[in-house]
């Protein structure tokens, strides 16, 4: 066996070299067959294409084909498209967090502008204010000729008032006095800036305080042609808010009362219901009129068509059925309330906001000396004025 193996090894030897070689020229031959397959397959697409487009496409076929093109090319851009789209959402996006931010700050520094402006206001012209305006001699006044005029002013001095008392005349000095010529709109411009403090959330009381006829509802409701005081504030209070109406929204709020000797009536109730005033039980010590009806105003024509009660007989004079001094007074609550979270500030903000509130007065009372010092002999009234 041994002798047959040494025989046969080289015989086996070249046996492999053969099938290597043999193997090497057929891996050699599939790789040309491939080749040409390939060109084959090429050839074939080509001649397809040609053909394809040799073909005559109906109309409709032909219009398909544009649009499936373009389709295809809007798809492919539509990606760059989202993206650029995407960025400049993002930028428009920071650019009005940027012009928000801006927005609170200039708000924040128009806050601080005008609480110093009030705080200035107060300062200058003090907290309690006691303006006098001189009515003038009417036709219905009976003047007669040679009648001295009791009261007068001094042109050069807007503070200086005089009045002729039993042959002396005695010099008053006040905050304002205007003479009797003095316009509804020139009384207006001084009660003006309350108007803005009390948008702007500080409490103020305007309070006409005069004997019968002296001129007190003309110079707080004037007439349609002339308006007065309590008109002209709320056409402003309704502009101002109009001017602001793009940053805040301000709701405003109404009630009126009579208070006729100690008898309180809610004039906004249908028939003058009687009410009385207690202490808040909300613990702020602060009082107000349980039952007491508030009506949300949207305008100055709004407010204009609210209906009050005819106000008590007798109210609007003097009685003279009465014994001592008529007590009558009506007072017209206006409360502005901004609902907005942000502001900054003590007294005049609560948690859901800032409000502020007018009280116009208007005060029927017996002649009285001008040196009295607390005009308010009304209990019920002065606790509610906050006086
Ligand atoms: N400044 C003024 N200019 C022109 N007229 C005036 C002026 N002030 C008052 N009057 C007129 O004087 C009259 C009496 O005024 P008014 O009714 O306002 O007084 P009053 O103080 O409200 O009186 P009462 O307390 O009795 O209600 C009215 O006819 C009013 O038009």
Excluded at 59 to 75: E, G, I, N
Excluded at 272 to 295: C, S, Y
Excluded at 343 to 363: A, P, W
Aim: one cysteine or more.
């Amino acid at each position: 066996i041994q002798c047959m193996s040494e025989h046969l090894a080289p015989q086996i030897a070249a046996y492999e070299r053969e099938i290597g070689t043999l193997r090497e020229e057929l891996l050699k031959e599939i790789g040309h067959l491939e080749e040409k397959k390939e060109a084959a397959v090429k050839a074939a697409a080509n001649c397809s294409q040609e053909h394809l487009q040799s073909l005559a496409l109906p109309p409709t076929l032909r219009t398909m084909k544009t649009d499936y093109a373009s389709l295809r090319s809007q798809v492919r851009n539509f990606s760059d498209f989202y993206g650029t789209a995407i960025k400049e959402i993002m930028a428009a996006i920071n650019e009005m967090s940027e012009a928000n931010k801006d927005l609170l700050e200039k708000y924040r520094k128009e806050v601080a502008l005008r609480r110093k402006y009030h705080e200035q206001l107060v300062e200058l012209k003090g907290n309690i204010r006691v303006l006098c305006r001189v009515k003038p001699v009417l036709k219905e006044d009976q003047h007669e000729e040679g009648q001295a005029v009791v009261v007068t002013t001094d042109p050069n001095n807007e503070s200086a008032l005089t009045v002729l008392s039993k042959g002396k005349a005695k010099n008053f000095e006040l905050d304002k006095v205007f003479h009797p010529q003095a316009t509804q709109e020139e009384v207006f411009q001084e009660i003006e800036p309350l108007i803005t403090s009390c948008i702007d959330g500080y409490h103020v009381c305007i309070f006409a305080y005069g004997q019968t006829g002296s001129g007190k509802t003309y110079s707080m409701e004037g007439t349609v042609e002339n308006p007065g005081i309590n008109q002209r504030a709320l056409k402003h209070l309704f502009n101002e808010i109009e001017e602001r109406k793009d940053m805040w929204t301000y709701t405003v709020s109404v009630s009126s009362v009579e208070i006729y000797n100690e008898v309180l009536r809610d004039l906004l109730s249908k028939d003058g219901e009687k009410l009385d005033i207690k202490i808040n039980p909300d613990g702020t010590g602060q009082l107000h009129v349980p039952g007491l009806r508030v009506m949300e105003v949207k305008s100055f024509q709004h407010i204009k068509k609210v209906k009050y009660q005819p106000l008590t007989a007798g109210s609007r004079r003097c009685d003279p059925g009465l014994e001592g001094p008529p007590d009558s007074h009506t007072l017209q609550e206006l409360t502005t309330h901004l609902p907005a979270a942000g502001l900054t500030g003590k007294r005049q903000q609560n948690r859901h906001g800032c409000s502020g509130t007018m009280i116009y007065q208007d005060s029927l009372a017996n002649p009285v000396s001008l040196a009295v010092p607390s005009p308010f002999q009304n209990d019920k009234c002065e606790k509610l004025a906050g006086v």
